[in-house]
């Protein structure tokens, strides 16, 4: 699955292309040496004759294969190419960003999300107002986490629904996305708390919204600030059932979708009214007898959340006179930080943050990745989620990676961070001697069995013994609808059948292909069959 594909380019059945490619040929490609095949110059090492044949493809002729594969103990490089030169990270840098918080929160560090009385409740009601105060903690009790987990969609047949914008095959995990509201509404009625006369309001002040290349990352999540809408056929020529998670005033949604033949494409549009984005329109086809998840991102993640609040509050008893639907107002609030212990009501604690590290690192969650760069930023003092990149180039110093071989955007990896092989590879080897390097391993997508490569080379010898982070990111020609591949990249380790390990950073850039579902597949096959014929030479 990818790392980034700009939503506007994609052209699954749910998406039309409008994208404006600005430079479509690749200056990038290379000469190649008698015999070695387009764009491949192998440095060190002999190239195996299994990656020789997948790089020899004719829509590689105007690509780069950068590469390097080093001893994980020792730092030997025993296969490289081109591997200092720079290119596009995409999501290998959430690697950066992961191992960073690791390091500076810790593995096992946990986010508490408190409720507060901004008066003494008197015979039941609160004459103040009941805030929330978000935390950054992107489950608020879904995803399993009240169990102390933070599971994902991810199989060989389904990914991940934060991807359910892009592609018909994305599926929600089957776990309450309101549980930790829930919990927080039952501890507030369980205070004595039974009528709220003032607002109910999330302080959302812990960072400043970051506007990401996916979309905005604020400091509250519940069910990822996403609709789940199902839509699912009736009888030909009828209108489609629409099925909405979680259930909710905070958003009215209209159906004109229609059943067509069971033959025919599914085509589904999810848009919002310019004027009123709490009303929203699903359009479109749907074949006879299927079903399929797409989904509406909330722009306002403070005020959906707070309707979700009062309804919880509603569900435990609790009377809010304030509307369910309407702005969250944070204008009166105190100053942020200053809530007395005493005035608690509630609190919701997260999961470890390795649980949120692992689903990110295996889904390549680029909104999560950029909340973590939010937490590092929060961490230092600053609500600017830009500082906290600060904290990443820190533990870059750390690792003896070159500063001006990095570059980076933001949390996720977003187009143009940038890297090389060698420095991917110096910050992976050095990422396992830390502390908290086994965790940080063990929260890579596996080749054949979990995350972004759980449906890729599962009949491969290689399954199981390449575990790397996933990076994609492409574009299209808006004339001829051709896709350009900025870079398709891993960057991780291989295990051997002796068990030795070792670390890679494999990157291809610069092929094209005729269409968006041909490339992602295509792409990310040979790619990870490249990564798989490292592994089976070694």
Not at 204 to 213: A, C, E, I, K, S
Not at 462 to 477: C, I, L
Request: charged share 15%; with cysteine.
């Amino acid at each position: 699955m990818v790392a980034y594909v700009n939503r506007r380019a994609a052209a699954f059945p749910l998406l039309v292309s409008t994208v404006v490619l600005t430079a479509f040929t690749s200056s990038t490609g290379s000469s190649a040496s008698p015999g070695e095949g387009p764009g491949i110059q192998p440095q060190v090492g002999e190239l195996p004759a299994a990656a020789a044949a997948i790089m020899s493809k004719p829509e590689f002729e105007t690509a780069r294969w950068l590469y390097s594969v080093a001893e994980a103990e020792t730092g030997r490089v025993v296969l490289a190419g081109r591997a200092g030169e720079s290119v596009f990270t995409a999501s290998t840098a959430k690697n950066f960003t992961v191992g960073t918080t690791y390091a500076t929160l810790g593995t096992d560090a946990t986010l508490t999300t408190p409720v507060y009385a901004t008066a003494e409740p008197a015979g039941g009601v609160l004459a103040g107002d009941l805030v929330l105060v978000a935390s950054g903690d992107l489950a608020m009790g879904g995803r399993g986490a009240m169990s102390g987990r933070v599971d994902h969609a991810f199989t060989a047949g389904t990914i991940d629904h934060v991807y359910g914008d892009i592609a018909p095959n994305a599926a929600f995990v089957p776990d309450g996305p309101l549980a930790g509201l829930d919990d927080l509404a039952r501890q507030v009625a369980g205070s004595g708390v039974t009528e709220i006369a003032g607002d109910v309001v999330i302080d959302t002040r812990l960072w400043n919204t970051f506007d990401g290349q996916e979309g905005p990352a604020p400091s509250i999540y519940v069910n990822d600030n996403i609709l789940d809408i199902t839509v699912t056929a009736a009888g030909i020529g009828q209108p489609a059932v629409l099925d909405l998670r979680p259930q909710t005033q905070a958003v009215t949604v209209e159906s004109t979708v229609t059943t067509t033949d069971a033959g025919t494409p599914t085509s589904l549009t999810v848009a919002a009214d310019p004027g009123d984005p709490t009303s929203v329109t699903v359009s479109g086809t749907i074949a006879a007898g299927a079903s399929q998840l797409t989904i509406h991102r909330i722009p306002h993640a403070a005020s959906w959340a707070r309707t979700l609040f009062v309804e919880a509050l509603g569900r435990a008893g609790v009377t809010v006179t304030s509307p369910a639907v309407g702005p969250n107002d944070q204008a009166g609030l105190p100053p942020a930080g200053s809530y007395p212990a005493e005035d608690r009501v509630a609190s919701l604690t997260s999961p470890p943050m390795k649980a949120f590290g692992r689903m990110i690192l295996e889904t390549s969650y680029n909104t999560g990745a950029n909340a973590l760069m939010c937490l590092l930023a929060a961490h230092g003092g600053s609500p600017d989620c830009l500082d906290g990149l600060q904290a990443v180039h820190s533990q870059l110093d750390r690792a003896g990676v070159a500063p001006e071989d990095v570059v980076l955007f933001d949390g996720q990896g977003a187009d143009p961070a940038s890297t090389t092989p060698d420095q991917m590879v110096a910050w992976t080897r050095w990422a396992q001697r830390q502390p908290w390097g086994e965790e940080f391993a063990a929260g890579q997508p596996v080749l054949g069995v979990s995350g972004t490569l759980a449906s890729t080379g599962q009949d491969d010898p290689a399954a199981g013994e390449v575990a790397a982070k996933t990076g994609t990111s492409v574009d299209v020609d808006p004339t001829t609808g051709r896709v350009l591949y900025k870079v398709q990249s891993l960057a991780g380790h291989l295990t051997t059948e002796r068990g030795e390990r070792f670390v890679f950073s494999l990157s291809m850039s610069g092929a094209t292909y005729p269409d968006v579902p041909t490339g992602l597949h295509d792409a990310n096959e040979d790619v990870a069959a490249v990564a798989a014929a490292f592994q089976q030479a070694l």
